[in-house]
Structure formats: C-alpha cells, structure tokens
Nanobody, 116 residues
C-alpha cells in the first residue's frame, strides 16, 4: 500500500505562484509513476502533470511552460510548482500514484483558488 498526503493549496491572485507537495509513504518501491490531477467544479478530473520513476515528465497542454513537476527522492516527496496562475486553474488538486501492478492511490486533495 501507498499513502499520499498532498498539501500547499491556497488562494492566490492571477499571475501568482504556488507550490504543491505530495509526501509519499508505504511501499514506495512499487511506484511506477506519480502525477497531479485536478478537478474544477462541474468538470471531470484531469491529468495536469506526471513523472515516471526514471524522471520523464509530461504535462497537459494547458499548463505547459507554467507548471513544473519534480521530486525529491530523499524526502519521498513530489512537487508541483505552479507559476503564472490563471483563474481557470482553480480546482482541487490531487496527488496520484500508479504502481507496477496497476494499483492507483490518491491523496485527499488540496484546493487552489486563483482570483482575477
């Protein structure tokens, strides 16, 4: 099993920045990829950014050039640095992990609110 604790959300004005954190514990050696998803009110949850065990990254087109996913292996933590935030980035952001046996785990989510 893997446990995820996501944090770092808050309120920010458009153009501002936030950094989300996801602390990972449990069977970390079973993890193949990690990612950040978000869900805005009335919308489906969508992938924002992902990072593989080898460090390859991928981003949704809407956040490319503004968001950066990274990890601190020693701290078992994954980050999402969000710059140039827009009102449409307002959502609950969830940390996610996929294991080698295709099990999926989620954090409880952290709310990001961007005001115009």
């Amino acid at each position: 099993q893997v446990q995820l604790v996501d944090s770092g959300g808050g309120w920010v004005q458009a153009g501002g920045s936030l950094r989300l954190s996801c602390k990972v514990s449990g069977n970390i050696f079973s993890i193949s990829t990690m990612g950040w998803y978000r869900q805005a009110p009335g919308k489906q949850r969508e992938l924002v950014a992902g990072i593989t065990r080898r460090g390859s990254t991928d981003y949704a087109d809407s956040v490319k050039g503004r968001f950066t996913i990274s990890r601190d292996i020693a701290e078992n933590t994954v980050y999402l640095q969000m710059n140039s935030l827009r009102p449409e980035d307002t959502a609950v952001y969830y940390c996610n992990t996929l294991t080698y046996n295709n099990a999926t785990y989620w954090g409880k989510g952290t709310l990001v609110t961007v005001s115009s």
